[in-house]
Nanobody, 108 residues
Framework: QVQLVESGGGLVQPGGSLRLSCSAS?????AGWWRQAPGKQREVVAR???????QYESSVKGRFSISRDEAKRTIYLQMNSLRPNDTAVYYC?????WGQGTQVTVSP
């Protein structure tokens, strides 16, 4: 069973930055970050393929960056210029397995 451990969430002011981490117990083939705001469906934020190709949801392009450290079996989500509507629980997904989620709150 794949184990994923997420970290890095928290409270930040608008315009601030956070970096989320997701460490996996397996080699990462395909991975992504999703988020779910209260009362809304879970949505994909960013994905990274084995080749290193990345994709982003339109509202985060230019602000968020997904990356991978293969040696550490960890993926990251660098989030800059955060906005209140980025507030959500963020989940990593590695090879089809979900992390436990980490809360990100953007508020003055």
């Amino acid at each position: 069973q794949v184990q994923l451990v997420e970290s890095g969430g928290g409270l930040v002011q608008p315009g601030g930055s956070l970096r989320l981490s997701c460490s996996a117990s397996t080699i990462i083939t395909v991975a992504g970050w999703w988020r779910q705001a209260p009362g809304k469906q879970r949505e994909v934020v960013a994905r990274i393929q084995y080749s290193g190709t990345t994709q982003y949801e339109s509202s985060v392009k230019g602000r968020f960056s997904i990356s991978r450290d293969e040696a550490k079996r960890t993926i990251y989500l660098q989030m800059n210029s955060l906005r209140p509507n980025d507030t959500a629980v963020y989940y990593c997904n590695v090879n089809g397995n979900w992390g436990q989620g980490t809360q990100v709150t953007v508020s003055p």
